[in-house]
């Protein structure tokens, strides 16, 4: 997928990165992990194994969640998806020794029927936008990246399939003064379906900046790389009224359920995103949808060879009915 950055792997995972990691106990539990590094937030698949070599799995274990959690803390500093890898495998190993999956485990709530993901299209031709939202028909909401060369282009070719469907966009940091974000802005809210405008500014833009765009914005603004983890949450309240949250880098389940509550104790609505993932990841992230009010984790559906089955995903509609019967991350080998 191509959007304002660069481009993005996809079609496959592990071709680019060493995707997953499994722990297991001495009665003979696994519990499984997943890494989707990525460059923008100074991992790749070289430093994930490197911060994995460095962790003594005889430190981790199912039963002292707190202990593990301080122990890979120990290790080293950052190294979120690396970090994150193992909370996924410690977090599914101790809900299958609890008999439940990890959102009850963890104490939250899934409501099947309300949890729907939206469906990303990215930066490309308006022939192939028309194409890509022809084949995405069924699903209720898309996320259209934004910051390319023709931005009007890309958002004609797509109305010209989906007139009138919510449409959520991803600027990817790509507009570089506040005064062309603004313009931008008011440009997107005369389509009347946008629902929020992710990242309409790079990250390390003047926090004056944010909030002055803030101010002005005559649509939602979400932040995603600007916001990491619950640190964040403070800077990101004064420039947004809304925080994506990816599990990748916040490092993991745990560190995801501390960023998706600080954002909402702040007042800001919340989102689980993703990268191009497995349904491990997805799953994982899926467990704590009960703390979102937009869900993006398509990443799964964007990949060819899928080694997990995990959450079912039917015209954009997540469940578990059809999960594997296992307890954990209810993700399993395919
Ligand atoms: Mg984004």
Redesign the pocket.
Known sequence: MTIARGRVPEDRVGTTVPSFAALTDKDGVVGYGEAAPSPRYDETADSVVAFLERVNPYQLSFTDLPGSLRYLESVGSRNYCAKGTLNLALLDGAAQLAGQPVHRFLGLDFQEGRHVTSFSIGLAAPDVIRQKVTEAGRYPRLKLKLGGADDAAALAALREVAPHKPVRV?A?EAWKTREEALRRLEWLAGDGNIEFV??PMPAGADPADHAWLKERSPLPLMA?ESYIYAGDVERCAAGFHAV?VKLVKCGGISAGMQALRAARAAGLKTML?CMIESSLLISAAAHLAGLTDYLDLDGNLLITNDPFRGVGCRDGWLSWAEAPTSTGLRAGPR
């Open positions: 991803d990817n992710e990242q995603d994506n995103g």
